[in-house]
């Protein structure tokens, strides 16, 4: 009896003993299928260059599939789409143009939101958890951690090797895009010389403007800026007048958290001093140095550290993060905000939402140091896109992206945007791929729309994307400005005029100086401590600024501490890698 | 033998599901700190992945910040378990003396209350509390004190962290000390008082050592957190400016490491701060049986 009890006990455990083996053997079942992936890629490697050799399926960049490919995606959503009737991500205009186009339906197993990183922590997870999709986009805070999550992949045996796919199905346009940055977005994601993602490349022109509240200057008869000193006695002005009411107004609305440049950074202040605090670069002699502990940072945040002391900047601007900064312009209190040339289009028109009065103007500010317009250019490839290993069309995101870079300049393609996605939340929304331009796109584009404007150009003969803003802004500036409420009556010509005549027209009359960044990479120091070695660099900045220490003191017991605690060590390395 | 066997048998089966779940729950992951020496690589799993040794530990100690997420943390901690430890016990014999029922019920519901909230929600609420144009600064300014940016300076963010976590926890614990206050023989008191003891003599003769044990063994359970400062409470609540005060090791790794995808690291810093607590438990259960005379196993 006991025997035979025990044995039942026993065998209960058993089965479930085995029933947690078999738990526990999904991940070795998942190893096999892999590896029987990677057995029918072999096979299918040889397949790929099959056709190639075929004519009629060869590398057709724009080919069309003979069969409907429904493929698995994930996608970062934008906060609060509003579709209109009917359409949501995966149902809108923009995916049956591709499916008419290419013959593709994507398919979202999940989706995220961008902001908050949410997207990129879940990636994460489907990446540990080797469940991935047939297609998708990394992001990162920085190239380097997109760079580190490619490489993961890559060891891990889990993406399409693209160096072919790259070579046989890229479009020439997208080809030249490349090219004029010297192919370094290409090379940023190389493993052992094999391509294995397509990267995303911005145009060079994120120039940092000084966004001011126009209306409120006029108001107060203030001159235009033309020097950081003028900007500071507006905002001086504006802390006097108050003109949001009640004590609420917000002269220089600033945002730095774990971030000095992006979205409402003190940027356009470092570049006052040719200081680049994220940048690495290569000085007059060829030596790579750190932009963070140069001495002009120190001249920047010392006048930061002014405004702050004035009372200009808010007490706790070090703890506001995008979301906070977004509600202070919604509501209107904001006077003075750095951003790059496209701030009307996000965020700044959110302003008008609540304040139908206001119009902000941006001015290009020459440096005190070589009176020219600074930029400190990071590589502009900060999302690439990747295929699963197995996936058994490779080249299909490269021709989704051929597709896209054809024809969103279309006129068929603005019109749709600007009439049924009026929204600049919906616009974005409706996109499904990462935009690949050349690297002087915009500055060229700007050039020729406001050549048009001045009378310098024929409209005729501009392509539709610059007509369709040539022909707003010549709207406003000849007979909408000069109404009551110009801006929040007449936003798309109000934008268009701000953005490409105000801000690019007034960079095209300065001197530009682009500083590049001369390593992109991750060095085996800078896995381990760069972390640690950014955070100490905030701190002594948010102490610098509030004021708690002597800039001077300070300043230099950061640059010793940051060299000391492993910055010596990244320099040498990056330094032995560029000499190579 | 055999008779005992066949009564037993009810109670056996009983006890299987419990078993199985925790076989299920708590044992079988267990195989998964091997993770811990290993380089994690996701199509190999967790077994197939190639060891490393050491080297994900090098990870924490590299770093020039591992001193002081180090000291944070056992500082953080430590101020927890110390307040968190007598407070409720003050706190449980105050309640014990008040003669009007329902006011001693409904103060012991309220205190209890927000244990039942999560941390995001408070840090939340917290946040709009002490922020610079927050209630607690605008009462503050209106005796003439200037503002102060509680959640930004290192003095009062630590204070703020164990403060609102002791608000939080501390109407959890006084309910336990309050179920052993019941369980103590009413005739000792009526005893006392037949000997004429004193209110604060009952307290010194009778109460307290009759929750001795209860108190020690709360006391002895929570010195195994002495490495866990509380993540989610501070991860709610932090940002650069007070890391100084307020980094500790699981918001570190949490940054440096699973942000990254570094699991394994994830992993090694658990079992580490596991097997400090388990050495913890060890010597404060040593200490409980050979102070109070108290055995838990």
């Known amino acids: ?580 | 033998m055999r008779s005992k066997w066949s009564e037993q048998i009810h109670f056996n089966l009983m006890l299987l599901p419990g078993m199985i779940l925790v076989l299920l729950f708590t044992i079988w992951p267990m195989g998964g700190i091997v993770l811990a020496f290993k380089h994690f690589i996701p199509t190999k799993g967790i077994w197939g992945s190639p060891w490393t040794g050491w080297e994900n530990y090098s990870y924490l100690f590299d770093t020039p910040v591992a001193l002081r997420v180090f000291k944070n943390t056992v500082v953080i901690a430590l101020m927890k378990i110390g307040f968190g430890f007598l407070i409720p016990i003050v706190f449980a014999l105050m309640l014990n003396e008040l003669r009007i029922q329902w006011f001693k019920r409904t103060v012991q519901t309220i205190v209890y209350l927000p244990h039942f909230l999560s941390w995001v929600l408070l840090a939340g609420i917290l946040r709009d509390f002490f922020a610079v144009d927050g209630i607690v600064n605008q009462m503050l300014g209106m005796f003439g004190i200037n503002e102060i940016m509680f959640l930004g300076e290192n003095f009062w963010f630590r204070s703020i962290i164990v403060g609102s976590d002791i608000w939080k926890e501390f109407g959890f614990g006084t309910i336990i000390y309050l179920a052993a206050l019941t369980g103590i023989n009413p005739s000792l008191y009526e005893a006392a008082d037949i000997d004429g003891a004193t209110r604060m003599q009952k307290l010194r003769y009778v109460t307290l050592p009759g929750i001795a044990t209860t108190i020690v063994l709360v006391g002895t359970l929570s010195l195994q957190n002495v490495l866990n400062a509380g993540f989610d409470q501070i991860f709610n609540l932090y940002n650069t400016l007070v890391y100084d005060s307020s980094d500790i090791i699981d918001t570190y790794v949490y940054r440096a490491g699973i942000e990254e995808g570094h699991y394994e690291v994830g992993t090694a810093i658990g079992l580490l701060k596991s097997g400090v607590s388990f050495i913890l438990i060890i010597i404060s259960y040593g200490l409980a049986s050979r102070f109070a005379n108290y055995r838990i196993f």
Request: with cysteine; hydrophobic share 40%; net charge negative.
């Open chain 1, 1 to 580: 009896m006991i025997k035979k009890f025990a044995s039942l006990i026993f065998v209960v455990l058993m089965v479930f003993v085995s029933a947690c083996g078999n738990g526990g053997n999904n991940n070795n079942t998942a190893t096999n299928a892999a590896e029987g992936n990677k057995a029918s890629n072999t096979a299918e490697g040889t397949n790929t260059t099959e056709p190639a050799a075929e004519p009629e399926v060869a590398a057709d960049p724009f080919g069309k599939y003979p069969e409907l490919i429904e493929f698995t995606t994930i996608r970062p959503t934008m906060n609060n789409p509003k579709f209109p009737e009917g359409e949501s991500y995966e149902e809108n205009v923009f995916n049956k143009f591709m499916e008419e186009k290419l013959n593709v339906k994507p398919k979202f197993v999940w989706m995220a939101p961008q902001d908050g990183d949410a997207y990129k922590k879940k990636l994460d997870l489907s990446i540990g958890g080797n469940d991935i999709p047939d297609v998708f986009t990394i992001v990162g805070k920085s190239i380097q951690e997109v760079q580190a999550t490619v490489k993961r992949l890559v060891e891990a045996d889990m993406i399409e090797d693209l160096t072919t796919v790259y070579e046989q199905y890229a479009s020439p346009a997208i080809k030249e895009a490349y090219a004029s940055a010297d192919n370094r977005g290409l090379d940023l994601y190389k493993v052992d010389g094999k391509l294995y993602g397509i990267p995303s490349q911005g145009s060079l022109e994120n120039f940092n403007f000084v966004w001011i509240r126009d209306d409120w200057r006029k108001k107060l008869n203030l001159a235009e800026p033309k020097t950081l000193e003028d900007v500071e006695a507006i905002a001086k002005a504006f802390k006097q007048n108050d003109p949001a009411g009640n004590g609420t107004t917000i002269p220089v609305a600033m945002q730095m958290q774990t971030e000095t440049d992006g979205l409402f950074g003190p940027g356009f202040i470092f570049d006052q001093f040719e200081a680049f605090p994220r940048l690495f670069y290569k000085d007059a002699s060829g030596q790579v140095v750190y932009g963070g502990i140069q001495p002009q940072i120190k001249d920047s945040l010392k006048v930061i550290a002014n405004l702050y002391k004035e009372g200009l900047i808010e007490k706790d601007f070090a703890l506001k993060d995008t979301g906070q900064l977004q509600e202070i312009l919604a509501s209107g209190r904001a006077g003075i905000v750095g951003q790059a040339w496209w701030g009307v289009w996000y965020p700044l028109f959110m302003t008008l939402q609540n304040v139908p009065d206001a119009d902000w103007k941006p001015y290009a500010i020459p440096a005190k140091t070589n009176g020219k317009l600074n930029m400190g250019a990071m590589n502009t490839s900060g999302s690439v896109m990747v295929v699963k290993k197995g996936f058994k069309y490779p080249e299909l995101p490269m021709k989704w992206l051929n597709v896209i870079n054809e024809n969103d300049g279309t006129e068929w393609w603005i019109k749709t945007t600007q009439e049924k996605y009026k929204d600049a939340n919906e616009k974005a929304t409706v996109w499904g791929g990462m935009s690949i331009m050349s690297t002087d796109a915009i500055v060229n584009q700007a050039a020729e729309i406001v050549a048009a404007v001045n009378g310098e150009k024929d409209p005729a003969s501009l392509p539709f994307k610059n007509n369709d803003a040539y022909q707003n802004i010549k709207k406003f500036i000849d007979e909408l400005q000069s109404q009551p409420q110009a801006a929040s009556k007449n936003v798309l010509q109000w934008q268009n005029t701000r953005s490409w005549y105000d801000a690019m027209g007034s960079a095209a009359k300065l001197e530009t100086n682009i500083v590049y960044s001369a390593y992109d990479g991750q060095t085996p120091t800078m896995e381990k401590k760069l972390t640690a070695l950014n955070e100490l660099q905030m701190k002594a900045y948010h102490r610098i600024i509030m004021g708690k220490a002597d800039a001077d003191a300070e300043f230099d017991q950061f640059v010793a501490d940051w060299k000391a605690q492993g910055g010596d060590d990244i320099l040498k390395e990056i330094n032995e890698e560029a000499s190579k």
